[in-house]
């Protein structure tokens, strides 16, 4: 069963980035990111929050954009990033497919 809300930590992990730096990019995204927050306050991000996260580090750290770089770039082609981040999701699969064969040889 898959999970509605991830937390903080469970994002960082995914995107193999630390906490900070997701909390960074939330707050400097409000337009296209709103996490709904708990009792406690503790931000919750929902797999469409995963996925947009994933585009801005895509932008940021693959690309080497600038945070207002990157902001104009998911403002104004959104959809393109998002097919490119998905390409390159499916070729890291891909590759951990073809290096679990390696092993087995």
């Given at each position: 069963?898959?999970?509605?809300?991830?937390?903080?930590?469970?994002?960082?992990?995914?995107?193999?980035?630390?906490?900070?730096?997701?909390?960074?990019?939330?707050?400097?995204?409000?337009?296209?990111?709103?996490?709904?927050?708990?009792?406690?306050?503790?931000?919750?991000?929902?797999?469409?929050?995963?996925?947009?996260?994933?585009?801005?580090?895509?932008?940021?750290k693959?690309?080497?954009?600038?945070?207002?770089?990157?902001?104009r770039?998911?403002?104004?082609?959104?959809?393109?990033?998002?097919?490119?981040?998905?390409?390159?999701?499916?070729?890291?699969?891909?590759?951990?497919?073809?290096?679990?064969?390696?092993?087995?040889?």
């Amino acid at each position: 069963m898959e999970k509605l809300f991830y937390s903080i930590g469970e994002v960082a992990e995914i995107l193999d980035v630390n906490a900070s730096a997701v909390r960074f990019w939330t707050n400097n995204f409000e337009k296209f990111l709103k996490p709904r927050r708990n009792a406690k306050g503790n931000r919750q991000y929902t797999k469409e929050d995963i996925e947009v996260l994933k585009q801005i580090h895509f932008l940021v750290k693959v690309q080497g954009l600038t945070l207002e770089g990157a902001s104009r770039q998911m403002a104004e082609e959104r959809r393109s990033v998002e097919s490119r981040v998905k390409a390159l999701d499916a070729l890291k699969e891909l590759r951990a497919q073809l290096e679990e064969v390696r092993k087995s040889l």
